[in-house]
C-alpha cells in the first residue's frame, strides 16, 4: 500500500515533458536568459498558461537539501494559536524562520508568508509541509520561491 503522500521523488525519464519544460522556463528565467514569462515560454515550447499551472508543483530536487530557503504561503482559519503551530511544525523540522508576515484577517481567513532556512541536511521538506498541511485551521499551503 502506498503511503498517504502528496510528495514523490521520481526518475527525470518519468516526469511528463510539460513538467520539465516549466522547469526550463524557470532556469530560463532565474539566470535572466528570457526577459519575461512569455519569453522564456516561447523559447521553450510551452503555452504560459501551462507555466502557470504548474509552476509551483514541480521543483528541482536540490531545493530540500541544506541552506536552501523557501518560503510558504499559507492561508488560515483566523483563530487563536494557528501561527504559533505553524511555527512549532518549522521548528521540529529545523527551519530557521527569515520572515514572517501576517495579514489581517479578512472574513475568517488570514494569509501567512513565511520564509525559512533548511539549515539541517536530513530536513524532510516534504513531511515539513505535509506536516503544516495537517494542522488544524489551515486552509492551503503553497511554496511561492526557493533558492
Given at each position: 500500500m502506498l503511503e498517504d503522500s502528496k510528495y514523490y521523488v521520481i526518475k527525470k525519464k518519468a516526469v511528463p515533458e510539460?513538467?520539465?519544460k516549466v522547469l526550463e522556463v524557470q532556469k530560463?528565467?532565474?539566470a535572466e536568459q528570457a526577459k519575461s514569462i512569455q519569453e522564456a515560454t516561447e523559447i521553450v515550447g510551452i503555452?504560459?498558461?501551462s507555466y502557470y499551472k504548474y509552476k509551483d508543483d514541480i521543483f528541482p530536487f536540490h531545493a530540500s537539501k541544506k541552506g536552501r530557503n523557501i518560503t510558504f504561503v499559507i492561508e488560515v482559519e483566523d483563530q487563536p494559536g494557528v501561527m504559533a503551530s505553524v511555527l512549532q511544525v518549522f521548528a521540529k523540522y529545523k527551519a530557521?524562520?527569515?520572515t514572517i508576515h501576517q495579514s489581517i484577517p479578512i472574513n475568517g481567513k488570514g494569509v501567512l508568508t513565511v520564509s525559512v532556512d533548511i539549515v539541517d541536511m536530513e530536513t524532510d521538506v516534504s513531511a515539513m509541509i505535509e506536516s503544516v498541511e495537517k494542522l488544524d485551521n489551515i486552509t492551503y499551503v503553497k511554496i511561492i520561491a526557493k533558492e
Open positions: 510539460v513538467l520539465l530560463l528565467l532565474d503555452s504560459r498558461s530557521n524562520i527569515l
